[in-house]
């Protein structure tokens, strides 16, 4: 799967129900992956998928959109933006990863953009 596949096939899961996010989660992460943002660190698949059902109630039906990637040497950086229902932006940011062997994100660091770089198209 290349970095870009990936990426995007990670976005998708923040969108998903419990019961489907277990699968793309085990397809997109590496079982020992970490995920860390503004609000913390958590550790493994099962944490993030239960973090990814707070975030759903806190911001229901919204989607990540990934706008672009980079990638070399193991490491990944996607620039993303979330939009609402509307399809508003609510939020950007940029997430780094290293990835497993197997091309698995292993260690995610999530980052939001200023109010003022959301609008960036």
Known sequence: ??????????AAIWSL?????????????????????????????????????QFQQSV??????????????????ANWALHGPDGAVLQAGTSFATLAGDGRLQHISGFFHAAEQRAVP
């Open 1 to 10: 799967m290349t970095s870009d596949v990936v990426w995007k096939r990670y």
């Open 17 to 53: 129900k419990e019961q489907e996010r277990s699968i793309e989660l085990a397809a997109c992460l590496a079982a020992d992956a970490t995920y860390c943002d503004p609000n913390g660190l958590i550790e493994g698949p099962a944490g993030l998928s239960t973090y990814m059902g």
């Open 60 to 77: 229901p039906d919204a989607q990540f959109q990934i706008r672009s990637v980079l990638h070399h040497h193991g490491r990944s950086l």
